[in-house]
């Protein structure tokens, strides 16, 4: 396929040094040193949606020959968050994933550019793992902000169409008009500064909505968690 750099990655187990096999998981392809979506591709040229589900843990995708690398956000099939960012097409074509730690940070892009549109809910691909207690700000629940919006704010939560979901349920209405690493504001679905537990409601998709009039906001969410 002309004009196009193919990427071939198989995510792997630190500890037993085997290729991960297992169905699921999901990867946000961003371009390099931003958390916009990078355009896929398949093998025919085709758009693929971004993020990828891997196939037994593997990774394959295009991008224009233009992209000069790719950072990559991904959700193994056990619930391991790894981010590795300037990937280039030769490589690497591992992915290690420590499947011994329990405790995790999902590290998830958001930006307008790839958002639903003003005051919209958005899916961002990922889900929170089942079963998982996922943290709220006294153990860093919170965003990482890399492009400032004066006065506009966001809401985490897990998709407000799934049963048991709430826009905001994670974080509630914080600030991206600051640079840097903040602290979130509880949403709903942590009880009395608890853990939310996953296995508590059927929604597990997790979702964000910038306020209205967002058009230069862009940063990472940022959600601590224990594996169970």
């Not at 508590?200 to 058009?215: E, F, H, M, R």
Request: proline letters at 4%; glycine letters at 10%.
């Amino acid at each position: 396929m002309a004009n196009k750099l193919e990427y071939r990655i198989q995510l792997k187990d630190a500890v037993l040094g085997t290729s991960i096999i297992a169905a699921g998981g999901k990867c946000h392809v961003a371009t390099a040193g931003s958390p916009d979506k990078a355009t896929l591709y398949d093998k025919d040229g085709a758009a693929l949606a971004n993020p990828i589900t891997p196939t037994r843990g593997f990774l394959n995708f295009f991008v224009d020959d233009t992209v000069a690398s790719v950072d990559l956000y991904v959700m193994a099939p056990g619930g391991q968050f790894v981010v590795q960012a300037g990937v280039v097409a030769s490589g690497p074509n591992e992915i290690l994933v420590d499947t011994a730690n329990k405790r995790q940070l999902m590290k998830i892009p958001f930006s307008y550019v790839d958002d639903a549109g003003d005051a919209t809910e958005t899916d961002t691909g990922f889900d929170v793992p089942n079963p998982a207690q996922v943290l709220d700000r006294l153990h860093g629940a919170g965003l990482y902000v890399t492009a400032i919006d004066a006065t506009e704010t966001i809401d985490v939560g897990i998709l407000s169409t799934e049963s048991g979901g709430d826009a905001n349920g994670l974080l509630a209405a914080d600030s991206v008009g600051t640079l840097g690493v903040r602290i979130g504001t509880n949403g709903a679905l942590y009880s009395s500064n608890a853990p939310h537990a996953s296995d508590a409601v059927t929604g597990k998709s997790i979702s964000y909505t910038l306020t209205a009039g967002s058009d230069t906001a862009k940063g990472f969410i940022l959600l601590p968690y224990n594996l169970v």
